[in-house]
């Protein structure tokens, strides 16, 4: 299977929080985020509804994959459906049908012979991670050790399964997982950090590094991911083989078969890259990296890099597809950057690393000055009074007449 990256196609993230609720008995507090996207044109190849590309069939493989398991005469059905549509598994296809979904005559097979299994009429890469049709709902830490800590997230979405309208909520909970924007002051370098994405149920490991010089004199701590990350434990062919360096996303993304992994597979099991030509993973393009500064515990820099794949079983039942059988398929390489820090983060930086040592070590001149002097005029006024003490004494004569008369005798 060729591979050839084509990009970057690059998308501003801007979100605000709603209806934020401050417990003071937790203490913690509650808000509900809200994202979108805006496409960035002077960044990017081209515009992504002008570019068509010849591409995996995503929705091809992932449904095929999840007809996999069911009955011998279901899978026979979906055949004969599937070969009306006339697909195959590579086709041509615009990026921003790729990115943004679009209704596929595929998915609506798979919701008439599997009711309940899919509920959704499109499989997009970004239109999942931005599902306007989903609300969260995140609890986080606001005081001592577990300050900006994302305690538990909820998830609500009106499934459409079996006619029902009715909400679906989903509970998750983390431990020591911050959303990537702000740490708890004074971290070590044994603090544990987790990174949570908004669209993902699970969290990123990380691990820390090194230490890193900022211009301004601030020691930063550098944390990239940890192996613990993309272990895997449940993402097997059909023949047993579980590769390493995989994170299973079937129970964040719908139930379809997607995997992250580090981009172009780097640090991940070497026989997934003999199945895919075009791939080259090296440090210097592929590797994140997060920048914190652990006084303040302020994010300077972030550089996330992700891959996403889908994770096919046994596909030898179905002619469009099994080619694909038992593959890990690269779909989409994602970059995901932090801008640079605000005017306000900057200055305070500055006052913190630069202005405010200076202004102190100025200050501490200056009471050290000040100090001597009073020793110094304290000890003159000191050797003063000791000489007026221990000086040369002086005596007034007496005045007067003093006469001597003769004793005479008879």
């Given at each position: 299977m060729k591979m050839k990256e084509i990009g970057p196609f690059v998308y501003q993230e801007y979100r605000s929080n709603e209806d934020i609720d401050f417990d003071n008995e937790a203490p913690v507090i509650r808000f509900t985020p809200k994202l979108r996207t805006v496409f960035m044109p002077d960044k990017s190849v081209g515009d992504p509804k002008d570019i068509t590309l010849n591409v995996p069939n995503i929705s091809l493989l992932t449904v095929s994959t999840l007809m996999e398991p069911y009955p011998f005469v279901v899978r026979q059905l979906y055949n004969i459906l599937v070969?009306?549509?006339?697909?195959?598994?590579?086709?041509?296809?615009?990026?921003?049908?790729?990115?943004?979904?679009?209704?596929?005559?595929?998915?609506?097979?798979?919701?008439?012979?599997?009711?309940?299994?899919?509920?959704?009429?499109?499989?997009?890469?970004?239109?999942?991670?931005?599902?306007?049709?989903?609300?969260?709902?995140?609890?986080?830490?606001?005081?001592?050790?577990?300050?900006?800590?994302?305690?538990n997230v909820q998830r609500t979405r009106k499934e459409k399964m079996f006619d029902s309208n009715d909400p679906v909520n989903k509970y998750f909970e983390f431990n020591d997982t911050y959303e990537g924007a702000a740490f708890p002051p004074l971290m070590t370098p044994q603090t544990p950090v987790n990174l949570y994405r908004l669209g993902i149920c699970k969290s990123f490991q990380m691990k820390y590094q090194s230490q890193e010089d900022l211009k301004l004199g601030a020691k930063l701590f550098v944390y990239g991911y940890?192996?613990?990350?993309?272990?895997?434990?449940?993402?097997?062919?059909?023949?047993?083989?579980?590769?390493?360096?995989?994170?299973?996303?079937?129970?964040?993304?719908?139930?379809?078969?997607?995997?992250?992994?580090?981009?172009?597979?780097?640090?991940?099991?070497?026989?997934?890259?003999?199945?895919?030509?075009?791939?080259?993973?090296?440090?210097?393009?592929?590797?994140?990296?997060?920048?914190?500064?652990?006084?303040?515990?302020?994010?300077?820099?972030?550089?996330?890099?992700?891959?996403?794949?889908?994770?096919?079983?046994?596909?030898?039942?179905?002619?469009?597809?099994?080619?694909?059988?038992?593959?890990?398929?690269?779909?989409?390489?994602?970059?995901?950057?932090?801008?640079?820090?605000?005017?306000?983060?900057?200055?305070?930086?500055?006052?913190?690393?630069?202005?405010?040592?200076?202004?102190?070590?100025?200050?501490?001149?200056?009471?050290?000055?000040?100090?001597?002097?009073?020793?110094?005029?304290?000890?003159?006024?000191?050797?003063?009074?000791?000489?007026?003490?221990?000086g040369p004494k002086t005596f007034t004569p007496l005045q007067g007449k003093i006469s001597a008369q003769p004793l005479l005798s008879s």
């Open positions: 070969n009306q549509v006339d697909t195959e598994g590579i086709v041509a296809r615009d990026v921003h049908s790729c990115l943004w979904g679009f209704r596929d005559p595929i998915v609506s097979i798979a919701k008439t012979l599997a009711p309940g299994l899919i509920y959704y009429d499109s499989i997009g890469i970004l239109e999942k991670l931005y599902d306007p049709y989903v609300k969260y709902r995140i609890e986080m830490g606001r005081e001592g050790v577990d300050k900006f800590k994302v305690l940890s192996n613990s990350t993309f272990e895997n434990t449940k993402i097997c062919d059909s023949k047993g083989w579980c590769p390493f360096g995989l994170m299973d996303l079937s129970s964040c993304f719908y139930h379809l078969p997607m995997a992250l992994s580090k981009s172009h597979f780097l640090d991940a099991d070497p026989l997934l890259l003999e199945k895919v030509e075009g791939l080259k993973p090296n440090r210097a393009d592929h590797d994140s990296s997060l920048l914190v500064d652990p006084k303040a515990g302020l994010t300077i820099g972030t550089t996330l890099e992700l891959q996403l794949n889908i994770m096919t079983t046994d596909l030898t039942f179905n002619h469009q597809s099994r080619l694909f059988s038992d593959t890990i398929v690269p779909i989409a390489r994602a970059k995901i950057t932090l801008p640079e820090p605000p005017e306000e983060t900057r200055y305070s930086l500055k006052l913190m690393y630069e202005t405010g040592p200076q202004i102190l070590l100025i200050l501490e001149i200056i009471s050290c000055s000040l100090g001597i002097l009073l020793l110094l005029n304290s000890g003159r006024l000191a050797w003063r009074e000791r000489r007026r003490e221990l």
